[in-house]
């Protein structure tokens, strides 16, 4: 909010203040922003309150909030504040009657609370409307809104209000006075599950008639083809964002080769130089009218297939920016399509997609093709690759892989006709792939973002790189040498993200052919050119990275705000001392396998006020719970993976106690944590939305209980929790008792320990509790009854992943050797997906749909029954064991 920002905000008298949140004409973005500007000028003026002994008087200020309309994850978050608890709870209490209440009972809730509560803040000044992460809306609350409050409980809108619940999708609004806010250009509705976008598009067409953006991320019942009648209704309308989460399937395990009946036309020419009518959005307005879209995100829509894009490609030719990323359904064919058509894209994200040969080929359709000696000598840079800005391709499966006519359905234009007749058919396709990304790279002069990550990048595309704006540069995992990124470097000046993360090859020297003098250290090379001319806001680096490097790049780094230290990275404790002084305006740090200590960790927490993200993983050294007793209040993101084993529930609680902001926590081999950590959890981060927790001692093995309390958890991990085995490290096992176990084990190809851990309908009864929750993720191996029970009917849509893992350690003795793998897979149920397996519902469980997996099947062997009592006693054991000192 614009007043919040100033820093004289905190000087306004109280009767001002007062009188200006009063006022119809306050204009907010949302609700929250409100509420945190009220929460900030309290805390600068508590002491002034407390001497005048108007605490009381003066914080009824904050009752002018709308409670009703918070976002769910901040309303139940500031249950600990001291100013806000009461209200939270009243919020948070309001906020999930909401969400159970039919439309057609609205009318009974109106009855009973004060109506102003239930509106949205809206006036002649609106510009934008911020209503992301609130479950309770609806479109009658919406419809409420912006309707004249006399005529809110007349018949009409009382039966109107009723129909809603049978038909939300027509909506009857000529009869209604609906007002009109000719300001408001944005709208945003992302994470409001209950919301149905087709009555929701109805009144901003009515009410916003100069909407310009929609933001309606995670909805899952808007169909693409539902495009054109939110163009119609909103015809100034230029940027759509429907993003929704990921597909949990590895693109790169499967390949797409039709995602329709049909195949795709292809709109190619045979020898990549095509003529400009080609481009003519004329052949096109036999279909409805092209729409004046120029900014359009579809991120992680797996169910997107080819005819889908398609219908994109001819109705929104206008295009200037696109994201498929995670579309695994389309193929690469419809990619280039769209490609050809949309000739004013000048940002393209086809990240996790089949983007391959055929797309690269569109991007660069007006180069003559000839041999690959030859191609990069004849540039004409009047193509769509000379002209784009962004270019994000990792992790594209087509361009490493080849999809032969075998492969594909016979009929209509099939790729065996492409192939005889296309550029004499196909070579080896490491040598194609690399002639045309080599030709993309000589073409994209103008270029201000790339990544190409998780690619076959070679050292030449680099060197034939013909751009010099890149202010982003992503080449994670890929084979190149430090002397290419180093000669990129050296001519864009102008970058500030740069991600080599995972390039194993950097340490090798590369003879670049260009004439350009390069030491025989490569990463030297490369830092000291970082260092000479850059001013870097956020790097991800990993092989070559430290002490030294950390030095040559001081100049670069004064403005670093983000920096992550991947594998093969070593700073050293030098270093890492040092950061916070090199880097006073770290806002996010992120460790992997470095040697870190107390004394480190506790310097940078007291250094970098900014903090918000604080990563450390796998890294070795002494930590103890020392590093978090200091107060870090502006700490939104945790993760300790495999770094704090000692941690217990104390220890959690002073970890609440000091991280008491925190929105998502992750805490992986803390296995000394017990049952009693959910309730401690849930008490100290009422707030959360994001919690992974996996070989956290016992926490899960009695089932789920006081987590249900992060009511606001969209994404929860749930892993090794319950039941962990570990045959090697506990002597008070007998050996006997343990041969016996073992012996039993290894005739079993499916372990199936049935008894304490999560129950069976635990998925239906997270998604009744937590109106946010999209994404579930649980093993098999920690289910009381051996599996999860899928439910038909659920409150919302989400995610649910099952994993099955048998999780044995290897237990040796000096006659006797048993080797059990670490986290071995009995049965991944992602990677043993194929296309066919997974199903795209329009109801209910949205996105993979996993096969249910019924572990008790398997017939127990001779002798289980046995072995049962003892393998509870040396739980019971190892656990004792596990909490004594040694």
Not at 651 to 670: K, R
Not at 742 to 757: C, E, F, H, R, W
Not at 854 to 862: A, G, H, L
């Amino acid at each position: 909010m614009w007043a919040m920002s100033h820093k004289s905000f905190v000087n306004i008298p109280y009767s001002l203040l007062l009188e200006c949140v009063k006022h119809p004409s306050l204009t907010v973005d949302s609700e929250m922003h409100l509420s945190d500007a009220l929460l900030i000028w309290i805390d600068a003026n508590i002491a002034q309150l407390e001497s005048s002994n108007r605490v009381e008087d003066d914080l009824t200020i904050l009752k002018e909030i709308r409670i009703s309309i918070l976002p769910l994850w901040f309303a139940a978050g500031k249950r600990r504040s001291s100013y806000f608890s009461k209200l939270s709870d009243e919020s948070v209490n309001s906020i999930l009657r909401l969400v159970k209440v039919h439309p057609a009972c609205l009318i009974k809730v109106l009855e009973d609370v004060e109506l102003k509560h239930l509106r949205i803040r809206l006036t002649e000044y609106s510009e934008k409307v911020n209503l992301s992460g609130c479950p309770q809306m609806t479109s009658a609350i919406l419809l409420l809104s912006v309707l004249d409050s006399l005529h809110c409980l007349d018949p009409t809108s009382r039966k109107i209000f009723e129909c809603l619940d049978k038909d939300q999708s027509r909506i009857p609004l000529g009869f209604l006075p609906i007002f009109s806010f000719e300001a408001v250009q944005e709208v945003n509705i992302c994470k409001c599950h209950a919301l149905h976008l087709e009555s929701a598009v109805e009144c901003f067409s009515k009410s916003f008639p100069s909407l310009r953006t929609i933001k309606a991320a995670y909805h899952l019942d808007f169909k693409t083809l539902n495009l054109h009648k939110l163009v119609q209704k909103c015809p100034m309308l230029c940027e759509v964002d429907l993003t929704v989460d990921p597909s949990p399937v590895i693109p790169t395990k499967v390949s797409v080769v039709s995602s329709s009946s049909a195949l795709m036309p292809l709109v190619l020419n045979k020898s990549i130089a095509g003529d400009s009518s080609l481009y003519a959005t004329s052949v096109y307005h036999s279909g409805p009218s092209p729409s004046k879209i120029t900014k359009l995100t579809l991120e992680g829509r797996s169910d997107m297939c080819d005819a889908d894009l398609e219908f994109i490609s001819k109705y929104c030719v206008s295009l200037g920016y696109i994201n498929i990323k995670g579309c695994v359904s389309v193929t690469d064919v419809c990619i280039s399509n769209l490609i050809r058509r949309c000739v004013k894209l000048q940002s393209i994200i086809v990240c996790d997609t089949s983007f391959g040969v055929y797309s690269i080929r569109a991007l660069c359709s007006e180069v003559p093709y000839c041999n690959s000696s030859a191609l990069c000598g004849k540039r004409n840079f009047n193509t769509l690759a000379s002209n784009l800005q962004m270019l994000h391709m990792a992790c594209c499966n087509a361009l490493t892989h080849v999809f032969w006519a075998s492969s594909f359905p016979c009929g209509g234009c099939g790729m065996k006709d492409v192939i005889d007749n296309d550029i004499t058919g196909f070579r080896h396709l490491a040598g194609v792939d690399g002639m045309y990304l080599l030709e993309l790279m000589c073409q994209a002069r103008k270029l201000k973002s790339l990544c190409l990550s998780g690619t076959q990048l070679a050292d030449k595309a680099l060197y034939n790189f013909s751009g010099s704006s890149l202010e982003m540069l992503d080449v994670s995992d890929t084979m190149i040498s430090g002397a290419a990124l180093a000669y990129m470097v050296h001519g864009n000046s102008g970058l500030k993200y740069l991600n080599a993360r995972g390039c194993k090859n950097l340490f090798q020297q590369e003879s670049n052919g260009r004439g350009i003098e390069f030491s025989s250290y490569p990463c030297a090379d490369l830092f000291a050119e970082l260092g000479r001319t850059h001013k870097l806001e956020e790097i991800v680096l990993g092989w070559g990275f430290s002490f030294l490097s950390l030095e040559v790049l001081k100049p670069a780094i004064k403005l670093l705000h983000s920096i992550t230290v991947g594998l093969g990275g070593s700073l050293g404790e030098d270093a890492l001392r040092l950061l916070p002084t090199t880097c006073p305006m770290l806002e996010l740090v992120v460790l992997y396998f470095q040697v870190i200590s107390d004394s480190i960790i506790i310097n940078i927490l007291e250094s970098l006020r900014r903090l918000q993200v604080l990563a450390i993983c796998h890294c070795l050294g002494d930590l103890s719970i020392s590093s978090f007793k200091l107060p870090l209040p502006n700490l939104r993101k945790l993760k300790l993976e495999r770094v704090t084993p000692w941690m217990t529930n104390n220890d959690l609680v002073i970890l609440t106690q000091n991280c008491s902001e925190l929105v998502e926590l992750s805490l992986v081999g803390c296995t000394l944590l017990s049952s009693d950590s959910q309730l401690i959890i849930s008490q100290g981060w009422p707030g959360l939305i994001s919690l992974h927790l996996e070989e956290c001692g016992d926490i899960t093995a009695y089932g789920v209980t006081s987590l249900f309390n992060c009511i606001a958890l969209e994404d929860l991990l749930l892993r090794h929790n319950a039941l962990y085995l570990n045959l090697g490290t506990h002597e008070a096992a007998s050996r006997q008792s343990l041969k016996k176990i073992l012996k039993v084990l290894t005739s079993i190809a499916d372990v199936n320990m049935q008894g304490p851990g999560i129950p069976r309908n635990f998925i239906l009864d997270a998604a009744s509790k937590m109106p946010m929750l999209r994404l579930v993720s649980l093993d098999l191996c920690d289910a009381s009854d051996g599996d999860f029970e899928i439910p038909d009917f659920c409150y919302h849509c989400i995610y649910v992943l099952l994993f099955l893992t048998m999780h044995l350690r290897s237990y040796s003795d000096s006659r006797n050797s048993f080797q059990y793998a670490d986290s071995c897979p009995v049965d991944s149920l992602l990677l043993n997906l194929n296309l066919d397996e997974v199903t795209f519902r329009n109801k209910l469980f949205r996105g993979i749909r996993m096969p249910k997996v019924k572990t008790n099947r398997v017939q127990n062997p001779e002798g289980w029954e046995l072995i049962k009592p003892t393998l509870r006693e040396l739980q019971a054991k190892m656990r004792e064991g596990g909490l004594s000192s040694h």
